[in-house]
């Protein structure tokens, strides 16, 4: 995997090594990936610091054996914390949000929280895995050339729209 591991925190966002004993999230993610971008979001909202550990998809970084020990789907991002390993993105902010209670992401209200949740899981289901690229490219390959993008606008504006 790249070298480029960086520790982050909100008040410092280049790299540094930390003075402090306690134990840092480290987050498997690339810079690249709309997954991945969530948590950063979440981890930065809640003012947690985390190592960055970077994992080049380009290169395929993700069928290394280091990573496939964290994940065997080969997918980022993955959060470690301590024992606890998490490899999917609406995961890992429902953990975050349960161990983390400080800076809330969710609404206290169970009516404004089931609305959260429920857009969270319309993107993170039925519109984001639609537009990955080895998923558009496997389309291109069963329908033909120029096929993919039609096939993913056609369902991502279904998951925008509703029923």
Not at 29 to 43: D, E, H, T
Not at 76 to 99: N, Q, R
């Amino acid at each position: 995997m790249e070298s480029k591991n960086q520790m982050h925190s909100p008040e410092d966002s280049s790299s540094s090594s930390s003075s402090s004993s306690a134990r840092k999230l480290e987050l498997y993610s690339y810079w690249q990936s709309s997954c991945s971008w969530r948590v950063r979001f979440a981890l930065n909202l809640k003012g947690l610091p985390y190592e960055y550990r970077a994992v080049n998809l380009a290169k395929e970084e993700q069928f290394s054996p280091e990573f496939e020990k964290l994940n065997p789907l080969h997918y980022v991002p993955v959060l470690v914390d301590g024992d606890v390993i998490i490899s999917d993105s609406y995961a890992i902010l429902l953990y975050l949000e349960e161990k983390y209670p400080q800076k809330a992401l969710l609404p206290a209200d169970p009516k404004l929280r089931a609305i959260n949740l429920q857009a969270a899981s319309i993107v993170s289901s039925s519109i984001q895995p639609l537009h990955m690229l080895s998923l558009l490219n496997h389309i291109e390959e069963k329908l033909g050339p120029g096929e993919g993008l039609p096939w993913a606008q056609f369902h991502i504006e279904k998951g925008f729209l509703g029923p």
